[in-house]
Nanobody
Framework: QVQLVQSGGGLVQAGDSLVLSCAAS????????MGWFRQAPGEERLFVGG????????HYVDSVKGRFTITRDNVKNMLYLRMNSLRPEDAALYYC?????????????????WGQGTRVTVSS
């Protein structure tokens, strides 16, 4: 099964950009549908977006569409979340996740493997 280790995150100002990374090991990375989630304090964990097995399709929730970009490198076994034009409401604990189900990257469901989470703080 796949293990996910996240890096990146930190404190930025509103309008800044940030890239989160997620390194996968222990599985065949290209066989997993990948996603990003976030959880603000006191709130439930929400799906942000995902990317298909073969890097050819992505899905985003409306609140981040046009600002966030998800990419993956199936050679390096890496998943990325580039966040532009960050807003205070984007502040949260961000998680990468992996699923063996194809639909997960657009449905936001079926994820079984999770990174440890990385915090993003956005000051106004």
């Amino acid at each position: 099964q796949v293990q996910l280790v996240q890096s990146g995150g930190g404190l930025v100002q509103a309008g800044d950009s940030l890239v989160l990374s997620c390194a996968a090991s222990g599985g065949i990375f290209r066989e997993y549908s990948m996603g990003w989630f976030r959880q603000a304090p006191g709130e439930e964990r929400l799906f942000v977006g995902g990317i298909s097995y073969s890097e050819d399709d992505t899905h985003y929730v409306d609140s981040v569409k046009g600002r966030f970009t998800i990419t993956r490198d199936n050679v390096k076994n890496m998943l990325y979340l580039r966040m532009n034009s960050l807003r205070p409401e984007d502040a949260a604990l961000y998680y990468c996740a992996a699923s063996t189900f194809y639909h997960s990257y657009y449905s936001g469901t079926g994820f079984s493997y999770w990174g440890q989470g990385t915090r993003v703080t956005v000051s106004s």
